[in-house]
């Protein structure tokens, strides 16, 4: 059988060569690193995560991200696999460990019989007997295969930039004003509520923390730059701390929930920090991705009470992201229309984070085996949070098919889902959902749909095999 070639080694390309492995059709993934390099990545490993550290909510009933990483658990995904394995605490969100998680994903690629990774760039568009094709470069696609997308479809890629926040050595955190805490004390499954690390400041250290991020210097853009937007997920803190000097209260630096143990009352704002590697060494400042320059960052980000010493394992930073008008360019299985030979997967089609890339790379993985085996591939419900999200950039954005509307980038969220504004009582009588029973509604429908839509899969998988 010949092989699909896929372009990337990250989340959403590590996902679509496992995927199309385990329904036994042969990969080769190629991946640049570390013959090339690129602004952000730091190592040669497969899923290597170069912002957050965090996959989000892993709650399953009441979150979209939750209820999506659940999905992709029973398809037997191997980013969800890695990351329950690297877990580290965060509350009720699913961290990682990112050392591990990315060893423990280029540990399963390595090992699987039908896949074989090849390092180097493909510069330009892949050879013309590759057939079957997944385009997984990310929002760090090199720039001789960007220009050549984009000379083949006639379209620019839209673009925005992603800011990473900085991770801070905990021995160097001062534990007589720190304290750890989760909001309203609600930490992980095996957890004492106590996951993160806060920070109090008064409303005097808070206004003159604000005024520092305004003042601070930042990163200057280059000319054809200057007009990227940011994506709203990922905004840098001190652009936040223009929108108006409350807007980081209500906002990553949010009191609520929390108590100073030395006051016994709530601090005027808090700095949270996260718990980054399993060893507990390192710890991210949550919501604090910055394009301030490092100098600036260090003098500012020191001046939060309980990190006047404080030592940084990595400084935040700036990368810019591209994407598709995947809409306009892609068809239903998100395949470029100018070349169907070609497929795109991750965060390059128009969706945002982790989570959402991989889900991608699940989908993609799996149309590109379908195709391969001969056999159909039906997407899955709308109903699902994969459905949704393939939606999403297959043009489920467009109100009522009308032009003009601009396709930006996109988390898993309830409103890509369809209402459930009613259920049926036994007595036949429909009662309208209440606010606290709607989420539980959407993902029970989801789960069940999930679940008939991979026993589907795997029939026409197993009828094609046999043809």
Known sequence: MREIHIIGGGLAGS?????????????????????????????????????????????????????????????????????????????????????????????????????TIERGEVAGLPPAEWDNVII?????????????????????ALAFFDAIAPIVYKESIDFNVAWFQSRYDKGSEDGDGADYIN?????????????????????????????????????????????GPETLRFGPMKPVGLTDPRTGARAHAVVQLRQDNKLGTLYNMVGFQTKLKHGAQTDIFRAIPGLEKAKFARLGGLHRNTFLNSPKLLDAELRLKAEPRLRFAGQI??????????AIGLLTGRMAAAERLGAAFMAPPG?????????????????DGR?????????????????????????????????????????????????????????????????
């Open 349 to 358: 089609t128009g969706v945002e984070g982790y989570v959402e890339s991989a």
């Open 136 to 156: 997984a470069t990310g929002p760090l696609t090199s720039e001789p295969l960007s220009e050549a997308i984009n000379a083949l479809t006639g379209e620019e």
């Open 15 to 115: 996902e679509a060569a496992w995927q199309a492995a385990r329904l036994g059709v042969p990969v080769v993934l190629h991946e640049m690193r570390p013959h090339v390099k690129t602004d952000v990545h730091e190592t040669d490993g497969m899923a290597e995560l170069v912002c957050s550290n965090s996959f989000r909510s892993d709650d399953a009933e009441n979150n979209a991200v939750g209820l999506l990483h659940e999905e992709m658990r029973r398809g037997d995904s191997l980013i969800m696999r890695a990351a329950d394995a690297a877990r580290v605490p965060a509350g009720s969100a699913l961290a990682v460990d990112r050392d591990g998680f990315s060893g423990g994903v280029t540990a399963a690629l390595e090992s699987e019989p039908l896949i």
């Open 403 to 467: 032009e003009g509307k601009s396709f930006q980038p996109m988390n898993i969220n309830f409103g890509l889902l369809p209402p459930i504004p009613r259920v049926e009582l036994p007595n036949g009588k429909l009662k309208k959902l209440s606010k606290r029973e709607r989420k539980p509604a959407y993902t029970s429908r989801a789960l069940r749909d999930i679940d008939a839509w991979y026993a589907g899969q795997a029939s026409a998988g197993s009828e094609a095999a046999a043809e």
């Open 383 to 399: 109903t699902t949070a994969l459905g949704a999200l393939l939606g999403h950039i297959t043009g489920g954005h467009i109100l």
């Open 199 to 243: 920070c109090p400041m008064d409303e005097a250290q808070y206004n003159a923390f604000i005024q520092a991020l305004i003042d601070g210097d930042k990163m200057e853009f280059k000319e054809w730059e200057a007009a990227t937007p940011y994506f709203e997920g990922c905004m840098p803190i001190e652009v936040m701390a223009e929108r």
